[in-house]
Protein backbone atom coordinates (compact mmCIF):
# COMPACT_ATOMS: atom_id res chain seq x y z
CA UNK A 1 0.00 0.00 0.00
CA UNK A 2 1.26 3.66 -0.69
CA UNK A 3 2.56 5.22 2.12
CA UNK A 4 1.45 9.05 1.50
CA UNK A 5 -1.16 9.76 -0.83
CA UNK A 6 -1.42 13.47 -1.13
CA UNK A 7 -4.39 14.55 -3.84
CA UNK A 8 -5.41 17.77 -4.92
CA UNK A 9 -4.61 19.40 -1.44
CA UNK A 10 -6.01 23.12 -0.90
CA UNK A 11 -5.28 25.03 1.91
CA UNK A 12 -6.27 28.44 3.19
CA UNK A 13 -5.33 30.07 6.19
CA UNK A 14 -8.15 32.58 8.06
CA UNK A 15 -6.85 35.98 8.09
CA UNK A 16 -8.08 39.16 9.27
CA UNK A 17 -7.43 40.28 5.74
CA UNK A 18 -9.35 37.19 4.19
CA UNK A 19 -7.76 33.82 3.45
CA UNK A 20 -4.29 33.27 2.28
CA UNK A 21 -3.83 30.28 -0.09
CA UNK A 22 -1.09 28.21 0.93
CA UNK A 23 -1.61 25.18 -1.56
CA UNK A 24 -3.65 25.14 -4.58
CA UNK A 25 -3.66 21.58 -5.47
CA UNK A 26 -1.36 19.84 -4.29
CA UNK A 27 -0.69 15.86 -5.56
CA UNK A 28 2.13 13.26 -5.19
CA UNK A 29 2.54 9.62 -3.58
CA UNK A 30 5.00 8.34 -1.80
CA UNK A 31 5.74 4.43 -1.47
CA UNK A 32 6.93 2.45 1.24
CA UNK A 33 10.98 3.13 1.89
CA UNK A 34 11.40 5.69 -0.47
CA UNK A 35 12.99 9.39 1.05
CA UNK A 36 11.47 11.99 -0.91
CA UNK A 37 12.66 15.94 -0.24
CA UNK A 38 9.96 18.50 -0.52
CA UNK A 39 12.19 21.45 -1.67
CA UNK A 40 10.96 25.20 -1.91
CA UNK A 41 11.58 28.48 -1.23
CA UNK A 42 10.13 30.29 2.07
CA UNK A 43 6.28 30.13 1.60
CA UNK A 44 6.29 27.54 -0.55
CA UNK A 45 4.21 25.57 1.50
CA UNK A 46 6.18 22.99 2.66
CA UNK A 47 5.59 23.38 6.63
CA UNK A 48 1.76 23.31 5.77
CA UNK A 49 1.73 19.81 3.96
CA UNK A 50 4.08 18.06 6.56
CA UNK A 51 1.06 19.54 9.28
CA UNK A 52 -1.61 18.25 7.39
CA UNK A 53 0.11 14.92 7.22
CA UNK A 54 0.45 15.11 10.91
CA UNK A 55 -2.72 16.06 11.63
CA UNK A 56 -1.91 19.55 13.03
CA UNK A 57 -4.04 21.31 10.50
CA UNK A 58 -6.61 20.46 8.48
CA UNK A 59 -7.16 20.95 4.97
CA UNK A 60 -9.56 23.08 3.30
CA UNK A 61 -10.48 21.21 0.67
CA UNK A 62 -8.35 17.42 -0.80
CA UNK A 63 -6.90 14.09 0.28
CA UNK A 64 -3.70 13.48 2.73
CA UNK A 65 -3.80 9.84 3.72
CA UNK A 66 -1.45 7.77 5.53
CA UNK A 67 -1.20 4.06 4.62
CA UNK A 68 -5.17 4.99 3.82
CA UNK A 69 -6.12 6.59 6.68
CA UNK A 70 -7.64 10.05 6.88
CA UNK A 71 -4.33 12.71 7.89
CA UNK A 72 -7.15 14.34 10.52
CA UNK A 73 -7.92 10.81 12.35
CA UNK A 74 -5.95 10.01 15.38
CA UNK A 75 -4.92 6.66 14.73
CA UNK A 76 -2.80 8.07 12.02
CA UNK A 77 -0.43 9.17 14.97
CA UNK A 78 0.31 5.02 14.94
CA UNK A 79 1.91 4.84 11.36
CA UNK A 80 3.60 8.60 11.47
CA UNK A 81 5.88 10.99 13.69
CA UNK A 82 7.38 14.10 12.40
CA UNK A 83 9.98 16.50 13.52
CA UNK A 84 9.05 19.93 13.40
CA UNK A 85 10.75 23.21 12.55
CA UNK A 86 13.33 24.10 15.15
CA UNK A 87 13.48 20.88 16.95
CA UNK A 88 10.71 22.25 19.40
CA UNK A 89 9.01 19.02 20.05
CA UNK A 90 11.34 18.41 22.88
CA UNK A 91 11.05 19.30 26.31
CA UNK A 92 14.00 21.37 27.51
CA UNK A 93 13.86 20.47 31.21
CA UNK A 94 14.24 16.99 30.32
CA UNK A 95 17.39 15.11 29.78
CA UNK A 96 18.16 13.21 26.35
CA UNK A 97 17.04 9.82 28.39
CA UNK A 98 13.69 11.42 29.95
CA UNK A 99 13.03 13.18 26.36
CA UNK A 100 12.91 9.37 24.62
CA UNK A 101 11.11 7.65 27.23
CA UNK A 102 8.67 9.66 27.66
CA UNK A 103 7.68 9.95 23.52
CA UNK A 104 7.85 6.47 23.32
CA UNK A 105 5.44 6.47 26.35
CA UNK A 106 3.03 8.78 24.51
CA UNK A 107 3.18 6.31 21.73
CA UNK A 108 1.48 3.54 24.23
CA UNK A 109 5.29 1.66 24.19
CA UNK A 110 5.69 0.06 27.34
CA UNK A 111 8.56 1.02 29.83
CA UNK A 112 10.66 -2.03 28.80
CA UNK A 113 10.89 -1.25 25.19
CA UNK A 114 11.33 2.10 25.25
CA UNK A 115 13.92 1.98 27.46
CA UNK A 116 15.64 -0.36 25.10
CA UNK A 117 14.61 1.88 22.27
CA UNK A 118 16.10 5.05 24.22
CA UNK A 119 19.71 2.84 24.64
CA UNK A 120 19.46 2.49 20.88
CA UNK A 121 18.89 5.78 19.60
CA UNK A 122 21.55 7.08 22.14
CA UNK A 123 24.07 4.79 21.00
CA UNK A 124 23.18 5.29 17.29
CA UNK A 125 23.27 8.98 17.66
CA UNK A 126 26.34 9.21 19.82
CA UNK A 127 24.74 10.89 22.68
CA UNK A 128 25.98 8.71 25.29
CA UNK A 129 28.07 10.95 27.56
CA UNK A 130 25.09 13.54 26.99
CA UNK A 131 21.93 11.51 28.05
CA UNK A 132 21.79 12.43 31.55
CA UNK A 133 21.96 16.67 30.14
CA UNK A 134 18.69 18.47 30.17
CA UNK A 135 17.81 19.10 26.46
CA UNK A 136 18.23 23.27 27.16
CA UNK A 137 21.72 22.67 27.35
CA UNK A 138 22.74 21.00 24.50
CA UNK A 139 24.22 22.29 21.75
CA UNK A 140 22.22 23.02 18.58
CA UNK A 141 23.45 19.82 16.53
CA UNK A 142 22.59 17.69 19.86
CA UNK A 143 19.24 19.02 20.10
CA UNK A 144 18.56 18.35 16.68
CA UNK A 145 19.79 14.75 16.71
CA UNK A 146 17.83 14.19 19.74
CA UNK A 147 14.67 15.90 17.91
CA UNK A 148 15.36 13.00 15.35
CA UNK A 149 15.66 10.49 18.00
CA UNK A 150 11.98 11.85 19.79
CA UNK A 151 10.78 11.32 16.43
CA UNK A 152 12.40 7.92 15.71
CA UNK A 153 11.59 6.40 19.29
CA UNK A 154 7.96 5.72 17.96
CA UNK A 155 8.93 3.45 15.71
CA UNK A 156 6.34 4.94 13.35
CA UNK A 157 7.02 3.52 9.70
CA UNK A 158 6.42 7.07 8.15
CA UNK A 159 8.57 9.87 9.35
CA UNK A 160 8.18 13.75 8.01
CA UNK A 161 10.92 16.02 8.67
CA UNK A 162 10.44 19.54 8.26
CA UNK A 163 13.55 21.21 7.76
CA UNK A 164 15.81 18.86 9.83
CA UNK A 165 19.31 20.61 9.35
CA UNK A 166 17.51 24.52 9.49
CA UNK A 167 19.85 26.55 11.64
CA UNK A 168 22.87 23.78 11.81
CA UNK A 169 26.40 24.58 11.24
CA UNK A 170 27.69 23.06 8.27
CA UNK A 171 29.65 20.31 10.03
CA UNK A 172 26.53 19.59 12.58
CA UNK A 173 24.36 19.13 8.94
CA UNK A 174 26.28 17.05 7.58
CA UNK A 175 25.96 14.66 10.23
CA UNK A 176 22.46 15.08 10.66
CA UNK A 177 22.02 14.26 6.68
CA UNK A 178 24.65 10.90 7.60
CA UNK A 179 21.75 10.00 10.30
CA UNK A 180 19.06 10.76 8.03
CA UNK A 181 20.37 8.70 4.89
CA UNK A 182 21.56 5.93 6.99
CA UNK A 183 18.52 5.40 9.05
CA UNK A 184 15.98 5.46 5.91
CA UNK A 185 18.30 2.72 4.53
CA UNK A 186 18.77 0.72 7.35
CA UNK A 187 15.39 0.69 8.97
CA UNK A 188 13.71 1.43 5.31
CA UNK A 189 11.54 4.18 6.69
CA UNK A 190 9.45 6.49 4.49
CA UNK A 191 11.02 9.75 4.77
CA UNK A 192 9.32 13.36 3.58
CA UNK A 193 11.71 15.64 4.21
CA UNK A 194 11.28 19.48 3.49
CA UNK A 195 14.32 21.74 3.15
CA UNK A 196 14.88 25.39 1.26
CA UNK A 197 18.13 24.51 1.23
CA UNK A 198 19.27 22.02 -2.44
CA UNK A 199 22.36 20.86 -0.56
CA UNK A 200 20.57 19.00 2.07
CA UNK A 201 17.83 17.36 -0.51
CA UNK A 202 20.42 16.50 -3.63
CA UNK A 203 22.37 14.68 -0.02
CA UNK A 204 19.81 12.81 1.21
CA UNK A 205 17.22 12.37 -0.83
CA UNK A 206 16.78 10.19 -4.31
CA UNK A 207 13.36 11.73 -5.31
CA UNK A 208 12.24 15.33 -5.24
CA UNK A 209 8.95 17.30 -5.46
CA UNK A 210 9.96 21.19 -5.97
CA UNK A 211 6.90 23.58 -4.84
CA UNK A 212 6.33 27.04 -5.72
CA UNK A 213 3.49 29.25 -4.34
CA UNK A 214 1.70 26.08 -3.51
CA UNK A 215 2.10 24.29 -6.41
CA UNK A 216 3.96 21.15 -7.62
CA UNK A 217 5.82 22.11 -10.45
CA UNK A 218 8.23 19.04 -10.72
CA UNK A 219 8.73 15.46 -9.08
CA UNK A 220 11.01 13.03 -10.36
CA UNK A 221 14.45 11.51 -9.39
CA UNK A 222 17.18 13.84 -8.66
CA UNK A 223 18.91 12.46 -11.28
CA UNK A 224 16.61 12.73 -13.74
CA UNK A 225 15.97 16.77 -12.63
CA UNK A 226 19.43 16.76 -12.67
CA UNK A 227 20.56 15.12 -16.33
CA UNK A 228 17.28 16.83 -17.88
CA UNK A 229 19.15 20.66 -17.19
CA UNK A 230 23.11 19.19 -17.83
CA UNK A 231 23.33 21.92 -20.06
CA UNK A 232 27.64 21.33 -19.86
CA UNK A 233 29.22 24.53 -19.23
CA UNK A 234 32.55 25.50 -19.95
CA UNK A 235 34.93 28.09 -19.65
CA UNK A 236 37.41 27.73 -22.39
CA UNK A 237 40.48 30.61 -22.01
CA UNK A 238 41.85 31.92 -25.39
CA UNK A 239 45.58 33.12 -25.90
CA UNK A 240 44.94 35.87 -28.31
CA UNK A 241 41.52 36.65 -27.63
CA UNK A 242 38.44 36.48 -29.73
CA UNK A 243 38.29 38.76 -33.09
CA UNK A 244 34.34 40.59 -33.22
CA UNK A 245 33.69 38.84 -36.30
CA UNK A 246 34.61 35.66 -34.93
CA UNK A 247 32.29 35.75 -32.13
CA UNK A 248 29.60 37.35 -34.44
CA UNK A 249 30.03 33.80 -36.27
CA UNK A 250 30.00 31.46 -33.80
CA UNK A 251 27.03 33.00 -31.69
CA UNK A 252 24.08 31.52 -33.64
CA UNK A 253 25.79 27.96 -33.41
CA UNK A 254 26.03 28.29 -29.55
CA UNK A 255 23.49 30.88 -28.18
CA UNK A 256 24.71 31.00 -24.68
CA UNK A 257 28.41 32.06 -26.36
CA UNK A 258 29.89 34.71 -23.73
CA UNK A 259 33.09 36.60 -24.18
CA UNK A 260 34.67 37.32 -20.75
CA UNK A 261 37.62 40.29 -21.61
CA UNK A 262 39.00 40.29 -17.73
CA UNK A 263 39.36 36.30 -17.89
CA UNK A 264 40.09 36.31 -21.83
CA UNK A 265 37.90 33.27 -21.44
CA UNK A 266 34.75 32.05 -23.49
CA UNK A 267 31.69 31.23 -21.34
CA UNK A 268 29.43 28.62 -23.22
CA UNK A 269 26.50 25.85 -22.50
CA UNK A 270 26.32 22.96 -24.66
CA UNK A 271 23.13 20.62 -24.56
CA UNK A 272 23.31 17.27 -24.69
CA UNK A 273 22.94 17.40 -28.29
CA UNK A 274 25.69 19.67 -28.91
CA UNK A 275 28.91 17.29 -29.34
CA UNK A 276 31.85 19.32 -27.75
CA UNK A 277 34.34 18.94 -30.61
CA UNK A 278 31.70 20.87 -32.76
CA UNK A 279 32.87 23.89 -30.46
CA UNK A 280 36.71 22.98 -30.54
CA UNK A 281 36.42 22.93 -34.34
CA UNK A 282 34.43 26.13 -34.78
CA UNK A 283 37.14 27.75 -32.84
CA UNK A 284 40.13 26.38 -34.43
CA UNK A 285 38.89 26.99 -38.01
CA UNK A 286 38.43 30.54 -36.20
CA UNK A 287 42.03 30.52 -36.20
CA UNK A 288 42.10 30.65 -32.08
CA UNK A 289 44.08 29.19 -29.83
CA UNK A 290 42.85 27.62 -26.95
CA UNK A 291 45.28 27.87 -23.71
CA UNK A 292 42.71 26.18 -20.94
CA UNK A 293 39.41 24.26 -20.76
CA UNK A 294 37.04 24.10 -17.39
CA UNK A 295 34.12 22.57 -17.04
CA UNK A 296 31.17 22.87 -14.21
CA UNK A 297 28.07 20.78 -13.61
CA UNK A 298 24.83 21.87 -12.60
CA UNK A 299 23.30 21.09 -9.33
CA UNK A 300 19.92 21.21 -7.61
CA UNK A 301 20.38 24.73 -7.10
CA UNK A 302 20.66 25.23 -10.82
CA UNK A 303 18.02 23.19 -11.46
CA UNK A 304 15.35 24.93 -8.89
CA UNK A 305 16.12 28.18 -10.45
CA UNK A 306 15.24 27.24 -13.70
CA UNK A 307 12.11 25.21 -12.96
CA UNK A 308 10.75 28.64 -10.92
CA UNK A 309 11.69 31.14 -13.42
CA UNK A 310 9.78 29.03 -16.01
CA UNK A 311 7.06 28.74 -13.90
CA UNK A 312 6.64 32.46 -13.60
CA UNK A 313 7.02 33.21 -16.87
CA UNK A 314 4.34 30.97 -17.80
CA UNK A 315 0.59 32.50 -18.69
N1 LIG B 1 -0.91 30.26 10.41
C1 LIG B 1 -0.86 30.93 9.25
N2 LIG B 1 -1.70 31.96 9.01
C2 LIG B 1 -1.68 32.62 7.83
N3 LIG B 1 -0.85 32.31 6.81
C3 LIG B 1 0.00 31.30 6.99
C4 LIG B 1 0.04 30.55 8.21
N4 LIG B 1 1.00 29.60 8.09
C5 LIG B 1 1.52 29.75 6.85
N5 LIG B 1 0.93 30.76 6.19
C6 LIG B 1 1.22 31.20 4.79
O1 LIG B 1 1.10 30.08 3.94
C7 LIG B 1 2.13 30.06 2.97
C8 LIG B 1 2.93 28.76 3.06
O2 LIG B 1 3.60 28.73 4.29
P1 LIG B 1 4.47 27.48 4.77
O3 LIG B 1 3.69 26.23 4.59
O4 LIG B 1 4.96 27.79 6.14
O5 LIG B 1 5.67 27.51 3.71
P2 LIG B 1 7.17 26.96 3.83
O6 LIG B 1 7.23 25.96 4.93
O7 LIG B 1 7.44 26.36 2.48
O8 LIG B 1 8.05 28.14 4.10
C9 LIG B 1 2.94 31.31 3.19
O9 LIG B 1 2.48 32.31 2.34
C10 LIG B 1 2.65 31.65 4.64
O10 LIG B 1 2.79 33.03 4.86
MG1 LIG C 1 8.51 25.89 6.57
Not at 111 to 139: C, D, P, Q, Y
Not at 226 to 255: D, I, M, Q
Request: proline share 4%; with cysteine.
Amino acid sequence: MTAIVVENLVKDYPTRKGPVRALSGVSFQVEPGEIVGLLGANGAGKTTIIKILCGLVRATAGKAEIFGIPADRPEVAKHVAALLEGSRNVYWRLSVEENLRFFAGLQGVGLREAKRRAAELIHFFGLGEKRRVTANLLSQGMKQKLALACALVKGTPVLLLDEPTLGLDVEASHELRGFIRELALRERKTVLLSSHDMGVVEDTCRRVIILARGRVVADDLVSNLLSLFRTRAYRVALRNGLPAEVLAELTPKFPSFRWLPEERALHVELWPSQNFYELVDALRAAGAEIEGLSRSEPDLEEVFLRLVRSEKEAP
